[in-house]
């Protein structure tokens, strides 16, 4: 007999997007038993007892339970150099980050990163992630093996350049095309690993290095692309001086047949009408930035376009510009910006948020069977428990529907609120003991679990 898992806990999800109609669900004391990593049954706790006596009950009654989050952009090699502040995208890449990059020339300092960062990942409730990786095949090779150990959905590659970045970090045609072939060879569909296509955005590469992305991505229909697109101006400009013969920013990837249904675009916050139209038009998605857009002064993202044109979008935390791996924080500075741009912004409820953060980035990313605890899908799923008389723990207590329970986590909750992680059914995180051992401090660092 399968061994079966009964979770006893509140249960909130979004398994319609809340922007074609959706409301969130939320079913308080409820249970759902899992089977394999994958969700049998969900209701009521003494039906669930009833039809599944041989179940381990685990007693989540504290706090909440929500799907894992998806986070559509974060950097890997950003770990260390996160949080520089204060200059805007091409001057911040100068100053803090192309050079933190250059150093995962060195297998052995990748080595050293991967794992913290994947870990912190898990422990901001993140159980899927299309990670920018780094311009290094080895780190690359690094990181997919730290990917692999930690139990996570992770989707990633090789990132590639050929002019304006830093000496030490360009590639060539052929090199890129022999480096990502390999890498999709040992790595891509290796249980939960993915590759993705990565040149790092069209102002480093060239005609030739976007040539070569193409061959890569056109390999298999079954491989990813992502990169920046339209988050600066500055950045922007220099674009369209670089491709005099390109239509706009997104036909400099188009034109090399990188925009597709597969294709995932980080900021799109100067994208035009027609770069919009298009993106939809392929199915391509957005991952929107919010902490980034704000730390790099990049603009007030324009959800209402995005959605009147019918482009896929999901968040992103965008770490290193991001302010952090918490998708909860970039939900709720979505949330901020969107109230900024007063008639112009998209009115965020609290069920749009849990959304953006879960169901909308499995759909960008393709993960069928993720994003929300119906029924059938696979146990991606997070228990958020706040800190006994936090301010978090004392509204959380006094919630009792979806609306208050998402609103004060998104806006209360931090990667400390976040007490287990679980992906497929696999403990990938735990705070403390989810067995209800309340003599574990809240407040333990993260231990892996997986691997
Ligand atoms: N554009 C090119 N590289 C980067 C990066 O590392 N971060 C962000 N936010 N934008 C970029
Ligand atoms: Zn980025």
């Not at 894992?68 to 995208?89: N, Y």
């Not at 990502?180 to 891509?188: K, N, P, T």
């Not at 955005?201 to 390999?219: G, H, V």
């Not at 986590?409 to 992906?423: G, R, S």
Request: charged share 20%.
């Amino acid at each position: 007999m399968v061994p079966s898992q009964l979770y006893r806990a509140t249960v909130v999800d979004t398994p319609v997007s809340p922007f074609e109609g959706g409301e969130a669900r939320y079913d308080a004391d409820s249970a759902i038993v899992v089977e394999g990593g994958v969700i049998r049954f969900r209701g009521a706790f003494d039906e669930a007892s009833r039809r599944h006596p041989d179940a381990t009950v685990v007693d989540l009654r504290d706090g909440v339970l929500l799907p894992g989050l998806v986070d559509t952009h974060v950097h890997f090699p950003q770990l260390r150099s996160m949080a520089g502040l204060g200059l805007p995208l091409l001057d911040w890449l100068d100053r803090y980050t192309l050079p933190e990059e250059t150093r995962f020339v060195d297998d052995a300092y990748a080595r050293e990163v991967a794992p913290p960062f994947l870990n912190a990942l898990a422990a901001a409730g993140t159980t899927s992630a299309l990670v920018f990786g780094s311009h290094f095949a080895g780190a690359m090779r690094e990181f997919f093996g730290a990917a692999s150990s930690s139990g996570l959905r992770i989707t990633s590659g090789l990132v590639v350049g050929d002019r304006m970045l830093l000496d030490g970090l360009y590639t060539t045609p052929e090199r890129a095309r022999e480096e990502a072939a390999a890498l999709v060879e040992a790595w891509h569909g290796r249980g939960r690993l993915r590759y993705a296509v990565t040149p790092r955005f069209s102002l480093s590469a060239s005609d030739d290095l976007l040539a070569a992305c193409s061959d890569t991505f056109a390999s298999r229909d079954d491989l990813w692309f992502t990169s920046h697109l339209n988050e600066n101006p500055a950045e922007v400009d220099t674009v369209a001086s670089l491709f005099p013969d390109r239509r706009d920013y997104l036909d400099t990837y188009d034109h090399h047949g990188l925009v597709n249904r597969r294709s995932v675009f980080a900021h799109s916050v100067h994208s035009t009408v027609p770069e919009l139209a298009r993106m939809a038009e392929a199915g391509a998605s957005v991952a929107h930035c919010p902490t980034s857009n704000s730390a790099l002064g990049s603009g007030l993202f324009p959800l209402r376009r995005h959605l009147d044109a019918g482009v896929r979008v999901a968040l992103g935390t965008d770490v290193g510009a991001g302010n952090g791996f918490s998708l909860f924080k970039d939900g709720i500075q979505a949330y901020f910006m969107q109230m900024l741009l007063g008639p112009d912004g998209v009115q965020l409820e609290p069920a749009h948020l849990l959304y953006l953060a879960t169901l909308a980035g499995a759909e960008a990313l393709g993960l069928d069977g993720v994003g929300h605890l119906g029924v059938g899908m696979q146990f991606d799923a997070i228990h958020v428990r706040p800190a006994p008389g936090s301010a978090y723990d004392i509204v959380l207590s006094r919630s009792e529907s979806a609306g208050d329970v998402l609103a004060r986590t998104f806006a209360l909750a931090t990667t400390h609120d976040v007490a287990a992680t679980w992906v497929g059914g696999d403990l990938v995180h735990a705070r403390s003991s989810v067995l209800g051992d309340e003599g574990a401090s809240a407040m333990t660092d993260p231990v892996p679990l997986h691997g």
